[in-house]
C-alpha cells in the first residue's frame, strides 16, 4: 500500500469536473522546456497550471417571490442572483451585481416588483453593499442603491411601508441598524443598540417597529455580548431591549420573523441547544419559548400556525399553537446546509448549500429535488479553502464540496460534504478533515467507494478547524481550532485505528485560539493567538496522548501565530504580522528571527517539503534555507484565490499544491543543499 507525505495544511470538498489543464510555466513566467517536465534534470522552479479547483454554482440564499424562487450566489465573482421558476423547475434569469463575493441576505418589497439583495464584501469603503433588482424585467441588471456602514449585509427586512432595514457587522465598530427610505434613495444608520455586539444576523421590521438580533457570532469571549435583541421604536427612534431571559445565555440572536400578531425569534446555540420563541408585537415582555433541536435555527416558512425552519440536520417544525418543536421527517438525500426555507401550495421549498432545490411535502415526507446546475445555473471557479494532495489525488475545498481530482487522468469528481473542510491530511490514501462549523473530523477513502463520512465528534462550540497535521509517532490526526463564541480554542486528536478520539480545550489559555499545530517526535507545536493582528502568539509543547502541557514560550512576535514546521531540530514559525521565528527544540529557545513582510503579512501556511520549509502567504510561494533561515521566494505574484486563508500541501513525490488566482497549480522546486 503506496503512503503519502503528510500534507500539513490540507482542506477539503469536493467540486467541478474539469479536465486536467496543460498550461505550463517557470515562476519567472517563461515557458517550460518538455525535457524538463519529462524527467530531464529541472533548472529552474517548474509550476504545471491544473486548471480551476472548484467549479459549482455555489449558494448562500434562498427567497420566493411568487411562483420563482430567487437564489444569491456564494464566494463566485462576480456575484449573481438567479430566477429559478418552481413550477418549470428551470432557471429562468440571472443578474450580476458589481461589488461583493457572496449573498447571504435577500428581501422583497410588499409589492413583489423589487428584490433587495445585501452582499459580503472583502474589506470596508464606499464601493455598493445594497443593490435592487426589478422583477418586471428580469433582463433588467440589478441596481446598487448604495451601501451601510458595515462592511457586510447578513439581514435585511422589509417593512409594509416599503422603507428597507440591514444590519450586519465586519467592520471596527458594533453592527448598527440601517434603513433604506425608497421615497428619497437615503441609507441612514438609526443608531448602534449594543456596543459589545460583533455582529447582527437578524433584522424583522413593521411599520412600527424594527426588530435588531445581534451578538458574538465571531470574535466571542473577552467581553463581547451575548444575545441581545432590541425593538426601535420608528416614532420616538429609540432602542429597548426585549431579549428573553431564557436566551441571554446563548452568543446571539439566528433569525426574526413577523408571523400575525407574534415575533418569532430564534436564538444560535453554543454551550446550549437553540430556542425558539414568540413574543407578542403588542407586549414585547409577553412571550411563549421552548428549546429547539441542535444549535443552528434558521430560515423561517409559515404554514397555517406552523413555522418550519433549518437545524443543521434537517427541518424542524414550532407549533406556535402548542409552543413545541418536532423534526420534518422526509425522503430525500441530505439537505446539507440549509439557506432558504419557503412555503408554497402546502409544500415546504427549501434551499440546500448543496446547489439543488427540495420541494418537501411536510405531512407526507414526499421529496422532489431539482439540481441547480442542471436547470440552467451557471458553474464557475470559485476561492478555496484549501488543499491536501497524496495517494494519485489532489483534494480542494470549496462551500459544501470537495474537489476530487486525479493526479492520473485529470478527473474531478465533486463530493457532497457539509460545511466547509477547512483543512485536512492525507494518510495512508485516506483524508482527514477538520469541517467548519462544529462539524469535527470527517474521512474519505477512494479506494473502499464509500461517501466521505463523519468519524469524530467535539463540542460544537469548538466550531472552526484552522490547521490539521499528523502525529507519525503516536499515529494520530491532530486538528486546532477556534471556538468563535466563547474564546479560545482546542485540539482534537483522532486515532484512525481505534476511533478513539481526545480533546483538550483552551491548551494555550482561555483567550487563544489555536491557529496552527506540527508534530515532532510525538510532541505537538501548538500555535495561539487571539482573533485580530495584534496581541499574544505563545507557542505550547503539549502531550497529545496525556493531554498535558509540557513547556511553552513566548516567541515575541507580538502577533499571532499563523502557521507552524518542523524541520529537523527546528519548529519555524510564521506571524501574522509577516516576521519568521525559529525554534531550537532541544534548547527551547528562539534562534532565530527576521522580517519576511516583503512575502507573506496575515494568514499564511508552512509545509515541509524535500528537506525545507516552504511557505504561502496570500501573495506568494517562499521557501527558507535550512541552514541559514533566510527567505527566498519561489513564486511571486502566485495571488491565490483563498476564501478564508492560504494553504500549501505536499505530496509523496516532493511537489507542492496551491492556488493560482483560482487555479489550482502544481509546483515543482528543488532547494538547495
Known amino acids: 500500500m503506496e503512503k503519502s507525505n503528510i500534507s500539513r495544511r490540507s482542506v477539503l470538498h469536493v467540486g467541478g469536473a474539469v479536465s486536467l489543464a496543460a498550461a505550463i510555466g517557470l515562476a519567472a513566467g ?42 444569491g450566489s456564494r464566494n463566485l465573482e462576480p456575484v449573481r442572483i438567479i430566477a429559478f421558476h418552481v413550477p418549470t423547475g428551470k432557471v429562468i434569469g440571472q443578474t450580476e451585481l458589481s461589488n461583493g463575493h457572496s449573498i447571504q441576505t435577500l428581501a422583497a418589497d410588499p409589492s413583489g ?54 444590519v450586519g457587522g465586519g467592520s471596527g465598530t458594533a453592527p448598527a441598524l440601517w434603513e433604506y427610505n425608497p421615497a428619497n434613495g437615503q441609507v441612514v444608520s438609526l443608531g448602534i443598540p449594543d ?81 425558539m420563541a414568540a413574543l407578542s408585537l403588542a407586549n414585547h415582555s409577553s412571550y411563549a419559548l421552548t428549546v429547539s433541536e441542535g444549535k443552528v435555527a434558521k430560515s423561517f416558512a409559515v404554514l397555517g400556525d406552523t413555522v418550519y425552519f433549518a437545524n443543521e440536520t434537517g427541518l424542524l417544525a414550532y407549533s406556535l399553537a402548542a409552543n413545541t418543536i ?10 446539507g446546509e440549509v439557506w432558504g426555507v419557503d412555503s408554497r401550495d402546502g409544500m415546504l421549498l427549501v434551499t440546500s448549500g448543496y446547489g439543488f432545490v427540495a420541494e418537501i411535502d411536510p ?53 457532497s460534504a457539509p460545511g466547509e473542510a477547512k483543512d485536512a491530511i492525507v494518510v495512508d490514501g485516506a483524508l482527514y478533515t477538520g469541517q467548519y462549523s462544529g462539524q469535527g473530523i470527517w474521512s474519505y477513502d477512494p479506494r473502499n467507494g464509500k461517501p466521505i463520512t463523519q468519524v469524530a465528534d467535539f463540542p460544537k462550540e469548538q ?47 482561555d483567550t487563544q485560539l489555536v491557529r496552527a499545530v506540527a508534530s515532532r517526535d510525538g510532541v505537538a ?57 525559529v525554534i531550537d527544540l532541544p534548547q527551547r529557545k528562539v534562534v532565530h528571527q527576521a522580517d519576511i513582510t516583503s512575502v507573506s503579512y496575515g494568514f499564511a501556511a508552512l509545509v515541509t517539503n524535500r528537506g525545507a520549509v516552504y511557505g504561502v502567504s496570500n501573495t506568494h510561494v517562499f521557501r527558507f534555507d535550512p541552514k541559514t533561515f ?42 538547495r543543499r
Open 30 to 71: 517563461q515557458p517550460a522546456s518538455a525535457s524538463a517536465l519529462l524527467g530531464s534534470k529541472p533548472k529552474a522552479t517548474e509550476i504545471l497550471d491544473l486548471g480551476p479547483a472548484v467549479v459549482q454554482f455555489s449558494l448562500m440564499s434562498g427567497l420566493l417571490v411568487g411562483d420563482v424562487l430567487y437564489i
Open 113 to 166: 416588483r423589487y428584490l433587495y439583495a445585501g452582499v459580503l464584501q472583502k474589506s470596508t469603503g464606499t464601493l455598493p453593499n445594497l443593490f435592487r433588482w426589478d422583477l418586471n424585467s428580469l433582463a433588467t441588471k440589478a441596481t446598487a442603491i448604495g451601501y451601510i456602514g458595515d462592511r457586510d449585509v447578513r439581514d435585511m427586512s422589509v417593512a409594509p411601508n416599503g422603507r428597507l432595514y440591514a
Open 195 to 275: 456596543a459589545g455586539a460583533t455582529l447582527a444576523r437578524a433584522v424583522a421590521a413593521t411599520d412600527a417597529t424594527v426588530f435588531f438580533g445581534a451578538g458574538s457570532t465571531l470574535n466571542g469571549g473577552s467581553g463581547a455580548s451575548r444575545a441581545c435583541l432590541y425593538a426601535y421604536d420608528t416614532a420616538s427612534a429609540k432602542f429597548t431591549n426585549v431579549t428573553p431571559s431564557e436566551i441571554l445565555p446563548d452568543p446571539s440572536i439566528r433569525d426574526l420573523a413577523v408571523v400575525g400578531d407574534k415575533l418569532v425569534v430564534s436564538s444560535a446555540g453554543s454551550l446550549e441547544d437553540a430556542k
Open 326 to 335: 418536532a423534526a420534518v421527517p422526509f425522503e430525500g438525500p441530505s439537505l
Open 363 to 415: 405531512v407526507t415526507g414526499a421529496t422532489k429535488t431539482t439540481d441547480l446546475g442542471e436547470a440552467g445555473a451557471p458553474s464557475d471557479p470559485q476561492s478555496v479553502m484549501g488543499i491536501a494532495a497524496g495517494a494519485g489525488y489532489v483534494y480542494v475545498g470549496g462551500n459544501g464540496v470537495i474537489a476530487r481530482r486525479s493526479l492520473k487522468d485529470g478527473q474531478v469528481t465533486n463530493m
Open 463 to 509: 466550531n472552526r478547524p484552522l490547521d490539521v497535521c499528523w502525529d507519525d509517532s503516536n499515529k494520530l490526526v491532530l486538528v486546532v481550532t477556534q471556538a468563535d463564541t466563547e474564546g479560545g480554542g482546542s485540539l482534537w486528536t483522532y486515532d484512525p485505528r481505534t476511533g478513539k478520539k481526545g480533546f483538550f480545550v483552551n491548551p494555550v489559555d
Open 525 to 581: 507545536y501548538l500555535g495561539g493567538g487571539l482573533p485580530d493582528l495584534g496581541g499574544a502568539g505563545t507557542v505550547v509543547a503539549f502531550d497529545p496522548v496525556k493531554g498535558k502541557e509540557l513547556w511553552r514560550i513566548d516567541p515575541g512576535q507580538n502577533s499571532g501565530v499563523s502557521a507552524l514546521a518542523v524541520q529537523g531540530k527546528y519548529l519555524y514559525g510564521v506571524s501574522r504580522k509577516g516576521t519568521v521565528f
Open 630 to 671: 533566510e527567505v527566498a521566494t519561489v513564486v511571486a505574484d502566485i495571488d491565490g484565490a483563498w476564501y478564508s486563508g492560504s494553504h500549501i500541501n505536499n505530496d509523496e513525490d516532493g511537489y507542492l499544491y496551491t492556488m493560482r488566482g483560482r487555479n489550482l497549480v502544481r509546483i515543482n522546486d528543488h532547494p
